[in-house]
């Protein structure tokens, strides 16, 4: 196997000025597999972007479907549930990322870990998941105070 792709990379990029047309083609040959190599790199690297993508998209609208109708209907409770289908979606990928990291540090790093330490890194990662849930409440309700100031001060209302 190894003659043979030495015998087909020698071909390839061994020049023969007698034979333009052959080196032409073997140039077009050459520039064709850097195109499929280039789209090969960039599928490997993107796979990753796309679950991700795929995880935060569909599984937001998912847990967003779960909740009932009369809430959803409502503008300011769907922006809340809209909110709170983001956090669970991002909360369940940090779990994830965390169940992955002590898998990895057990089975190949060989850590020993106490129950308690990985409970109270759980906890604190719900910590800072809740603190961004709450900072972007506060914002929401923080926007709608001041357009509501303003649309009451210039006497536009609803």
Known sequence: ???????????LFSRNFDKP????????LLFG????GAYVVLGIAA????????LIFYGG???YNLFPK???????FSIEVGLFSGLIVFWCIFLLFCIFIILRDFLIKKKKFSLSEIFFGFSE???????????LNAILLFGIGILYFFLGFFGIGF
């Open 1 to 11: 196997m190894k003659a043979l792709y030495e015998k087909i990379v020698d071909w």
């Open 125 to 135: 990662g719900i910590f800072f998941f809740a603190k961004i849930f709450l900072s």
């Open 70 to 76: 009369y809430i959803t209907d409502n503008s300011f």
């Open 21 to 28: 047309l052959s080196n032409f083609f073997k140039n077009i």
């Open 47 to 54: 796979f990753p972007a796309t679950i991700l993508w795929l």
């Open 33 to 36: 597999l850097f195109i499929i």
């Open 61 to 63: 609208e998912y847990i």
